[in-house]
């Protein structure tokens, strides 16, 4: 007698095995870094979904979405408390249970439209996995800039799939663990198949995505770099004068004095006077540059001749000043500006004078021409945005500088998640980074994704390497978000055709269970 399929989980069952998704999912990603989760969490919000109709799917979306989520950020709670990271997590998880009911839909349609084992083993995964990035790229650059954190791929940093990043970039390895994850899910439901022939076809699968070699970078020479971490204390609530962060810093970098570099790194806001209008921070910075005698890339907050507010980069060098300036270009909304304050504001006042002032856009490129060689700039979060990523690589850069200020954080997993996604840029881009922070993690990645080097949180200290440059071009850089829009565009076409080509008479699910 042929087995009979598997019924799909009553809506209970569904919204609380997507629950324990988002959890496992969260385990998968730095700090824990248990990479290997992230398939099984993955596969259990899929396998949540199946045959479900669409408001009970949405539902179920919104458990997985809102357990991940909530646990992915909690460190938006340190210093700012619930209400942000309610709000920034509950609309995370409302886009995520719509992105929920698309995968649903596939559920449906997907194995009418394209039947067979084919269908069921490769058509469904690759319309889920398609339909799962097409979710993340929406969110990344929507609303206000998108919130980027927490897409799959920045779970695997660690991971033998972390050199397919290079091939594919971002999206592309999402796309692979999701499809993987689905291929999984349909290897347990497949029970007609023998499980031997299942376990081969999943196995097959996973190997052979671990199995592709990393992109060959060659180095074009190397520079001398000091990243200095003064172990600031640049919260938003931090009982500090100004000019600690800068005299914090300085004392960091005194016992660098008498070393050759080429050029030393401070974090973002290292600076907390802005030495264009400081005559003590431009002597300070002066000093460094002299005893040094190298440029300094130090992170400020400048103003215009029209009163506008940037989070900078300087490259100071010495008896010059700042000979070129980097100006942010997407400060984070609802933390560095308030967007359409006059809508939001009145809705919490309290929480919202915690932005009193806001970072206007920048407008300047995001590269600096130290000692013959291009740095890519990123501040902070901008590490998360491919798109800034992808201007600084074609303004030449040849290795990536990331100065950032997580003290607001405290020692919670949102470092080591930046950290993290900064290793996996370097490997994607074929380019060294330096991820300089005022209290960690700080760290240096070769452009392979190896540590060159690496400071202890919370501690003061500083970090002398020659970092390789590089003009290697990889498929993901060559191809850039393309492949966004491929992965996305296969996901959408597959359902869009399904649901118009599926015989009418086969859209109504048989003796479902309720949901």
Sequence with gaps: MRPRPLRPLPLWAAVVLAALSGFVNSFAFPGRGWWPLVFVGTAMLLLSLRRRRFWPSVLVGLAGGFAFFGNHILWLTVYLGPIPWLALAGLESVFFAFGASLLA?????????WPGLSGRLLGLPLALAGLWVAREAFTSVWPYGGFSWGRLAFSQSDSPFAPLVAWVGISGLSFTIAFLSAVLVQAFL???????????????????????????????????????????????????????????????????????????????????????????????LDYVTGAMKAPLVTGTITEDSEGRTFNSLLLWEHGKGAVDQYDKIHPVPFAEYLPDRAFWYPLAPSLFDLVPRDYSFGTRDNVFSIKGAVAGLAICFDIVDDELISQMLRDGADFIIAPTNNADFGHTDESAQQVGIARLRAIETGRSVVNASTVGVSAMFAPDGRVISQLPTFEAGSMVEDVPLSHTTTPATLIGRGIEWLVSGLGIAILALAMIFTPLARRAPRKEARG
């Design 105 to 113: 839909l596939a559920w449906r349609f997907v194995p009418h439209y």
């Design 190 to 284: 497949e029970v007609s198949v023998p499980w031997t022939v299942r376990g081969t076809v999943a196995g097959f699968a996973f190997l052979l995505a671990a199995a592709i070699p990393a992109w060959p970078v060659i180095s074009t020479g190397s520079i001398r770099v000091a990243a200095v971490q003064g172990n600031s204390n640049s919260g938003l609530f931090a009982q500090i004068q100004p000019g600690d962060s800068l005299n914090d810093h300085l004392q960091a970098t005194l016992p660098l004095i008498g070393q050759s570099v080429d050029v030393v790194v401070w974090p973002e806001n290292a600076s907390d006077l802005n030495p264009l209008e400081n005559k003590r921070a431009a002597q300070t």
